[in-house]
Structures are given as C-alpha cells and as structure tokens.
T-cell receptor
Framework: GAVVSQHPSWVICKSGTSVKIECRSL??????MFWYRQFPKQSLMLMAT?????????EQGVEKDKFLINHASLTLSTLTVTSAHPEDSSFYIC???????????FGPGTRLTVL | KQEVTQIPAALSVPEGENLVLNCSFT??????LQWFRQDPGKGLTSLLL?????REQTSGRLNASLDKSSGRSTLYIAASQPGDSATYLC????????????FGKGTRLSVIA
C-alpha cells in the first residue's frame, strides 16, 4: 500500500514555542491531506483539510491562526502549532488520499508534549 | 452530521474465541467504510476497506460486513489471539473525492491468554 510518513514522531517543547510537523506521501501524489488530533483514550477528530496550492479548510472550533497548515507540494503538508500550550499536547495524525485508490493512508502520528 | 458509534467500548475475551465488533453510522450515504487497528501510542493500521457497493471483505481471520441501508458494519475476528489486543476503529467516508473520514470512538479489545 501507499506510504505516508510524519516527522517528527514525537516532540517535547516549552509553552509558548512553535512546533512544525511534516506529513509526506512517499510514493503517490496527494492533492488533499487531512490533519487529525487524538486525545488520550479518545477517537480521531478532524482538525483541517489541507489542499495543495490553496488555503486549508478548518473544522469548527479549530483556530486557523494557531494551527497553521501549508500544503506546498503534492507530497508535503506541514502543520505548525504556534505558541503551544499544555492543552495542545496530543497525538497528531495526518492522512493522504490516493486518488486512484480512493483510499486514505495514515501517517504514524506525532506525539506532542508541551511543558 | 454523520455520527459513528461503536459497541462495545471495551471487550475482554479468552484466547481462541470468535468475536464481533459493531459499528453503526447515522447517514447511510457513505462512499466507503474502513476498519483500523490502533496499538497504544501508535498510529493506525488499515485492516479492511469496504466500498459502498460491497457487502463484505475478508483478510485472513478478519471479516467485515456492511449493511449500508441499515447503517451498520461488523468486524468478525476468528480464533482470537493475544496479539489481536488493540483498539479497533471504524470510520466512514462520505461521498467520493476529497472528504475526510469520520471515526467512531473505537472498541478496546483484550484477548487473554
């Protein structure tokens, strides 16, 4: 199957700093990628839809100025958590849809801990 | 708004037992349905994908069925093993194209040796 990578796999940062998470589709092109967030013992909740070459679409309640998304190429989307706070600590997972297979492939996730 | 519900929330069974996990969704106009496995602290592993036109999919000891009209899917695991212990997530995709998945809260399965 298609492979999606995320970097870093985990990160610990101080409150107030910014953290960038990368999501890459390694062997296919993805015009659309999705960013999800998962709190402990909860399910995945969609944060935003990342569209190559255009602005991301954010779900209700997700601050676009806090969670900056850039989809600069057909294989890369980045999520930047700006001015991170402890409540932003979570597991962030991206996915990319392979148009030809009509299936979403998920990255391994990034665990963010804000101290 | 699409809502996905999974029952039970947690399940503990002895090794070797056959088991069924349930998933229901409120809007039957889905494009496809996927079952995932998630180990603690890890990402998602796709188990089975069922297109809306299909009734079931099988992979090894796993069998997933889909009844789109009633908004239900089941994941059947045969001859369960301790290695099957994980959280199983059901997710649906609406329409076609670039739509995200809507996830259930999952079923935490423990298979006791």
């Amino acid at each position: 199957g298609a492979v999606v990578s995320q970097h870093p796999s985990w990160v610990i940062c101080k409150s107030g700093t910014s953290v960038k998470i990368e999501c890459r589709s390694l062997d296919f092109q993805a015009t659309t990628m999705f960013w999800y967030r998962q709190f402990p013992k909860q399910s995945l909740m969609l944060m935003a839809t990342s569209n190559e070459g255009s602005k991301a679409t954010y779900e209700q309640g997700v601050e676009k100025d806090k969670f900056l998304i850039n989809h600069a190429s057909l294989t890369l989307s980045t999520l930047t958590v700006t001015s991170a706070h402890p409540e932003d600590s979570s597991f962030y997972i991206c996915s990319a849809r392979d148009q030809g297979l009509h299936e979403q492939f998920f990255g391994p996730g990034t665990r963010l801990t804000v101290l | 708004k699409q809502e996905v519900t999974q029952i039970p929330a947690a399940l503990s069974v002895p090794e070797g037992e056959n088991l069924v996990l349930n998933c229901s969704f409120t809007d039957s106009a889905i494009y496809n349905l996927q079952w995932f496995r998630q180990d603690p602290g890890k990402g998602l592993t796709s188990l089975l994908l069922i297109q809306s036109s299909q009734r079931e999919q099988t992979s090894g000891r796993l069998n997933a069925s889909l009844d789109k009209s009633s908004g239900r899917s089941t994941l059947y695991i045969a001859a369960s093993q301790p290695g099957d212990s994980a959280t199983y997530l059901c997710a649906v995709s609406l329409r076609s194209g670039n739509t995200p998945l809507v996830f259930g809260k999952g079923t935490r399965l423990s298979v006791i040796a």
